[in-house]
């Protein structure tokens, strides 16, 4: 596994304790990192995750909310939760990262910190939405096409 991985699994962990503790997020940070022994770039994209996933919480629980049929977030187990927003924040404002790479990397991280029936949880909700997000993108991009279309004197797009 790559700098990364561990990024992904430090965000997980300090995203984890912030559930329990919500406090001033700079100190929490130098808390965190003052017994984890990693290179620069992997704390760098760490922080990038965790600042991220922090930033958009309300909106990426509800993502998470939409597509876990019959599931509660609130309810559902921290890491779980957790590694969910991480893979939500990469695949919504992460557009260097392919969604699938974000999808396995969640299912190692649930199966590594919670249950191999985390990994299938966790699995089957990000794969629906992932699903979803395409075709909403794909429709969406077919949407701005066909205006361009309609503006286009000659009916044609770039």
Same mark, same amino acid.
């Given at each position: 596994m790559g700098g990364r991985h561990e990024a992904r699994e430090w965000a997980v962990q300090f995203l984890f304790q912030r559930d329990f503790n919500r406090d001033d997020m700079v100190k929490a940070l130098e808390i965190f990192w003052r017994e984890i022994k990693t290179d620069e770039k992997s704390r760098q994209f760490a922080e990038e995750l965790i600042r991220g996933v922090d930033e958009h919480m309300t909106e990426l629980d509800q993502q998470i909310q939409t597509y876990a049929e019959h599931w509660d977030v609130r309810r559902m187990g921290?890491?779980?939760?957790?590694?969910?927003?991480?893979?939500f924040y990469e695949m919504l404002y992460r557009p260097d990262i392919p969604p699938?790479?974000?999808?396995?990397?969640?299912?190692?991280?649930?199966?590594?910190?919670?249950?191999?029936?985390s +990994?299938?949880?966790?699995? +089957?909700?990000?794969?629906?939405?992932?699903?979803k997000l395409k075709r909403?993108?794909?429709?969406s991009a077919d949407s701005e096409n066909q205006a361009k279309k309609k503006e286009s004197p000659s009916g044609n797009v770039d």
């Open positions: 921290a890491v779980d939760r957790n590694v969910m927003r991480v893979a699938v790479v974000s999808i396995n990397e969640a299912v190692d991280i649930a199966k590594e910190y919670s249950s191999l029936e +990994g299938k949880f966790v699995n +089957g909700i990000l794969d629906h939405a992932c699903r909403a993108a794909r429709t």
